[in-house]
């Protein structure tokens, strides 16, 4: 008997990197996301293919229970060995999965592209931890790292705020219905942010002390979260830009990239990939098709409601 499970993608809207230190960080559960589907096997081996958004497979191996027992951190990182990680880490949290079983035939099949950076590891996190009933936030933590917001993205329809207290992850349901949505926009940057080297190289190299500018993203953070004014909204996302330009030692994505363009711009998540936010008055399709880049998606498409 087959089972299938699903996740949301997600966008950190505000909080990038600080939620890492307790930073109440909002973000939106995406319409994108990814399925989990579970049949029976043999050989004590798992066969597994992932599916792109397009039906395309990105990801086809055969992987033994023996590899997910005894798997060691290897020198070399590779889809198969992060892959395997998770499932190492999942054995250990639940080994009745590769202890009372024949084997499986796994796959997963995306609803965005692979390269966009909505969470593909993420979701696949938390589909497995939903097929071996275990916590998908310990999972997380034990086998990729991160706060967590993904996760909670993952597991919920609506939008939140997210923190890390004493190291326990804490998801608050929040109200964010703008009368502007129809001026907020989604623009892939064209190239995949690799969210754990990222996280990495801001854990060693930050060079401040995070309480005073906590304070300060959360303060903005409330502001989107309750204005219904476009261009105070616009305002304050450029200023928590700013703000976290400075934190990371590096220029904005509109300074950039943008530098000309008349509203505003905000980096979301891992900085230097990805998607970017966009408030504008008017539709900035053609500006950002002329600069190369064409994934320009509506928030009414983008964002669960």
Not at 16 to 41: C, R, S
Not at 168 to 179: N, R
Not at 255 to 283: C, H, N, Q, R, Y
Request: aromatic share 12%; net charge negative.
């Amino acid at each position: 008997m087959k089972q299938e499970f699903y996740s949301n993608g997600k966008l950190l809207i505000t909080g990038e990197y600080l939620v890492l230190d307790g930073a109440k960080a909002f973000a939106l559960p995406t319409k994108f996301g990814q399925n989990l589907i579970i049949g029976e096997g043999k050989n004590q081996e798992i066969t597994w293919k992932s599916y792109d958004s397009d039906g395309k497979i990105w990801f086809d191996e055969n992987i033994s229970f023996a590899e997910i027992s005894s798997f060691q951190i290897p020198e070399m990182e590779s889809v198969k060995t992060t892959l395997l990680e998770i499932l190492h880490q999942a054995f250990l949290l639940n080994p009745d999965f590769i202890q009372t079983s024949k084997g499986y035939t796994i796959s997963t099949q995306l609803t965005f592209p692979r390269k966009w950076g909505l969470g593909t590891s993420s979701t696949l996190i938390n589909n497995i931890a939903q097929w071996l009933q275990i916590d998908a936030f310990e999972l997380l933590n034990n086998s990729f790292g991160g706060s967590g917001y993904d996760i909670a993205c993952a597991q919920n329809n609506f939008p939140v705020l997210y923190h890390l207290e004493q190291g326990k992850p804490m998801v608050e349901k929040v109200i964010f219905t703008p009368d502007f949505s129809q001026n907020i926009y989604f623009v892939y940057l064209n190239k995949k942010q690799n969210s754990k080297s990222a996280i990495a190289k801001y854990q060693t190299s930050k060079s401040f002390k995070p309480e005073k500018t906590i304070k300060k993203i959360e303060a903005l953070t409330q502001i989107l979260l309750h204005t219904n004014d476009l261009n105070l909204f616009a305002e304050t996302i450029s200023t928590h830009e700013a703000l976290m330009s400075h934190v990371l030692e590096t220029s904005t994505i509109k300074e950039t990239l943008f530098p000309d363009f008349e509203g505003a711009i905000k980096s979301l998540g891992a900085w230097g990939g990805d998607f970017i936010m966009v408030v504008s008055k008017e539709d900035p399709s053609l500006y950002f098709s002329s600069k190369g880049f064409d994934t320009i998606i509506t928030y009414k498409d983008m964002i669960l409601s």
